[in-house]
């Protein structure tokens, strides 16, 4: 009688299977942490050239109208500016989050900074809500108030003059995370406003 093939033995095929189909599954994970990766990067990009992009517009803007106060005393035209600023102060979570963006990308907290953003721009909203209330010329400390603020203000809008990231893309967002000069600027940005002489003058 003929001696019977040796069968092949049904488990190798099975695990050959489970093994391709393991594989398969490490890739597809693999692959979609990558883009998920990459989606993550993209989104913290296109924030730092939105903050940006308002950052420098905000300064211009609060600096122009301090400056427009100064000059045109009478009181419709200071009523009108007050309003505008305090609007103005609306843009300002855009300069707290290019900072702490400016931060992250530093690897740890910017040095020699004493008060920050936040409370900057809260103390100028609370020294606009609290001055300028009166007929009149400007008050001594009103007008130093003001030649601070422009000062300061402007010197941060020199700061983001060179910021120009207008086009949003994925190619824009992933190559200003690379970039050393905005976060630069997001560093004088905070120690400007640490420094600003209008922190040190009485409501």
């Given amino acids: 009688m003929q001696e019977e093939k040796k069968k092949r033995p049904i488990f190798t095929p099975i695990v050959l299977l489970l093994l391709t189909m ?3 599954g490490n890739v597809a994970l693999y692959t979609q942490k990558i883009q998920n990766d990459h989606d993550k990067r993209v989104a913290r990009g296109n924030t730092i050239i939105q903050s940006g992009n308002e950052t420098k517009k905000f300064f211009q803007e609060v600096a122009a109208t301090a400056q427009h106060m100064l000059d045109k005393q009478d009181i419709a ?3 009108e500016d007050k309003s505008k600023l ?3 102060f609306q843009e300002k979570p855009q300069v707290i989050q290019f900072i702490k963006e400016a ?8 040095e020699g900074v004493k ?5 900057f721009f809260k103390f100028n909203e609370n020294s606009l809500l609290t001055l300028f209330n009166h007929d009149g010329p400007l008050e001594a400390n009103e007008m130093h108030f003001l030649q601070a603020l ?3 203000y402007r010197a941060c809008s020199e700061t983001m003059q060179p910021f120009d990231h207008d086009t949003w893309s994925a190619t824009s967002a992933l190559t200003i995370l690379v970039d050393q000069e905005w976060v630069a600027m ?3 940005l905070a120690q400007s406003l640490s420094d600003s002489p209008v922190l040190t003058i009485s409501k």
């Fill in 86 to 88: 305090l609007a103005a």
């Fill in 186 to 188: 997001g560093k004088k």
């Fill in 22 to 24: 393991s594989l398969m």
């Fill in 150 to 152: 422009v000062k300061t």
């Fill in 115 to 119: 008060t920050n953003a936040e409370d």
């Fill in 77 to 79: 035209s200071r009523l």
């Fill in 103 to 110: 931060e992250t990308s530093n690897g740890k907290p910017f």
